[in-house]
């Protein structure tokens, strides 16, 4: 069965820039987050970020600062890295700054209002875009036009044919982060996100999500509360989240949760033991 997601993901990810005129919002997290040194939990090779002010940076073992990363604040809270392939890296920080959510996105589609249209901020997700319609950003893919739109009860993705007919989905999301939405389709893992002033939109699809907090903020998890038979990054993410939960971040601790769930569901032994320790 044809789908408009389908049609739109491609691997051949976008270059975003923020204008800081246009942002203060954007511009004040920034400076906020200056300085911070990120721990990444159940990632693979890059376990540490840091914002100097003007590059964002790896930090290897020992606070070593390693290469820059291209960058760019797309919202308030949220940092994009170009990494060196195909993927994308999204970050995804809480209001307090106490913890992240990084993602690998290895395909990105961005919306905006229509010309002519009032922009209203989103202060409650995700009751203040009901109704709102996000139309695609035309770039040199030259993809078909797509629109986006929460009615309220379900979310709708239209994407225009050739011959000007519209193929639409409509999704039943979970709310993933604070203004983000989160759908499986056919196998695949997409987030929605939407930009705090209310006047843009994303679709990423995602390859992995995990967790990270500032450097020294916690210690790593005993030998003795891993369990055998998960991988060391999925000990690491089973550790996070029972740190979000201690935490009471419950959105943030969900999201996570599934993600290890979906990493783990062809093995039920060790699902049962994870969902056992998360209850």
């Not at 204008?19 to 300085?35: C, I, N």
């Not at 196998?187 to 939407?194: D, Q």
């Not at 210690?219 to 089973?238: D, H, M, R, V």
Request: cysteine-free; hydrophobic content about 45%.
């Amino acid at each position: 069965m044809k789908s408009a997601v389908l049609f739109l993901i491609l691997a051949m990810p976008l270059h975003l820039v923020i204008a800081d005129e246009e942002h203060p919002e954007v511009v004040a997290f920034a400076r906020k987050l200056k300085g911070i040194e990120w721990s990444l939990r159940g990632t693979f090779g890059l376990k540490g970020l840091e914002f100097d002010g003007k590059d964002v940076r790896e930090v290897k073992a020992g606070g070593v600062k390693g290469g820059v990363y291209e960058s760019a604040f797309v919202d308030a809270g949220v940092l994009r890295l170009n990494f060196r392939g195909a993927n994308t890296g999204w970050y995804f920080f809480s209001d307090d700054l106490r913890f992240v959510t990084p993602l690998t996105v290895s395909g990105e589609v961005a919306f905006k209002l229509p010309i002519g249209s009032h922009a209203k901020a989103v202060r409650e997700f995700p009751k203040d875009i009901t109704g709102v319609v996000f139309e695609s950003e035309p770039d040199e893919r030259q993809l078909q036009p797509a629109k986006l739109r929460w009615t309220g009860t379900h979310l709708e993705l239209a994407k225009q044919n050739k011959d000007q007919s519209w193929l639409v989905d409509k999704f039943t999301p979970v709310s993933a982060d604070r203004r983000v939405f989160e759908v499986e389709q056919n196998g695949l893992l997409i987030w929605f996100a939407f930009s705090q002033d209310g006047k843009e939109a994303w679709l990423l699809q995602l390859e992995n999500i995990f967790g990270g907090e500032p450097a020294g903020s916690v210690k790593p998890a005993a030998a003795s509360g891993t369990i055998a038979g998960l991988t060391p990054q999925q000990n690491e993410l089973l550790a996070h989240i029972e740190r979000l939960q201690a935490a009471g971040d419950r959105l943030r601790a969900a999201t996570l949760a599934r993600q290890l769930k979906r990493l783990l569901a062809k093995k039920p032994d060790l699902l049962q033991q994870v969902e056992a320790r998360l209850k």
